[in-house]
């Protein structure tokens, strides 16, 4: 099988990046089935059902979230209606759910929210939970496991892959926003450490950067907004799975109308 995953698509410029791409890139590189994470999807900060309905009209099967998930009151609703997951460690009676086995191809294929915790919501014990879910998975006969690990830390996201190489098929990182350039396969686990935004570029992590620069300068609180108008950038991983193991994987990337391109390729090690 052969998914795609894009990172944290970020406001209407990240709307725009996966509406121009996504149909091409679907057709294209022969996608089974693609994934995103929406925790910035509308303007910054988590999900409409409006903005969801365009994002899965454009090709997208499954969105993951993160600490953001909560910032649309009507989400919660939609957790239960459509395909979208929470990080699967908050604490039980939280709406939603952290887990999805769909079926590609004749086969399954699991996927788990997972969020860090540094600089995080206060959440279950990433890692605990993780190692039960996968234990829970392995027990069903599920080869095929996908991790979207929300985090800030790189340290936490590399140690994952330690913990998890061999077990599990992907561990792709997000919440950064920031692509890191160590796409890797190991032990057949592909891996990469974020696979950074989709939306602007020109400023700090899709938000406009006055903010940000005056929340450093003075420590003073503010809010965080998207720019209208921007230099934009779409990035995606594409991975091709075969019984659990991770085959391929390569990184697509595009800037604002330029066409896409393949900007990574895999190191594998055994
Ligand atoms: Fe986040």
Redesign the pocket.
């Known amino acids: 099988m052969k998914i795609g995953f894009i990172g944290?698509i970020v406001g209407k410029p990240g709307r725009k990046m996966v509406k121009s791409y996504l149909p091409r890139i679907i057709k294209e590189e022969e996608l089974d089935f693609v994934m995103a994470n929406y925790?910035n999807v509308s303007h910054g900060f988590g999900l409409t059902h409006k903005n969801a309905i365009e994002l899965f009209e454009c090709g997208i099967n499954l969105m993951t979230g993160?600490?953001?998930t909560w910032d649309k009151k009507e989400i919660v609703p939609l957790l239960d209606s459509m395909a979208l997951l929470r990080p699967v460690n908050y604490p039980e009676g939280v709406p939603g759910r952290g887990v999805e086995i769909v079926e590609i191809a004749g086969e399954k294929f699991a996927v788990i929210n997972l969020m860090g915790h540094f600089t995080m919501p206060m959440v279950d014990n990433p890692f605990v939970t993780v190692l039960k879910e996968v234990e829970r998975l392995e027990k069903d006969g599920i080869k095929n496991i996908f991790i979207d690990f929300?985090a800030e830390s790189t340290s936490e996201k590399r140690t994952l892959l330690m913990m998890l190489r061999g077990r599990v098929s992907y561990i792709a990182g997000t919440?950064t926003h920031v692509g890191t350039d160590d796409l890797e396969i190991y032990k057949g686990t592909g891996y990469i450490t974020d696979v950074g935004l989709t939306g602007c570029r020109d400023n700090v992590i899709g938000v406009d950067e006055k903010v940000p620069i005056e929340r450093f300068l003075t420590g003073l609180p503010g809010r965080f907004d998207v720019p209208d108008k921007c230099k934009k950038i779409f990035q995606m991983v594409v991975l091709e799975l075969e019984d659990g193991i991770c085959k391929d994987t390569y990184k697509i990337k595009a800037y604002d109308d330029e066409g896409y391109f393949v900007s990574q390729k895999a190191l594998v090690s055994d």
Do not use: F, R, T
């Open positions: 944290d925790e993160g600490n953001h929300h919440h």
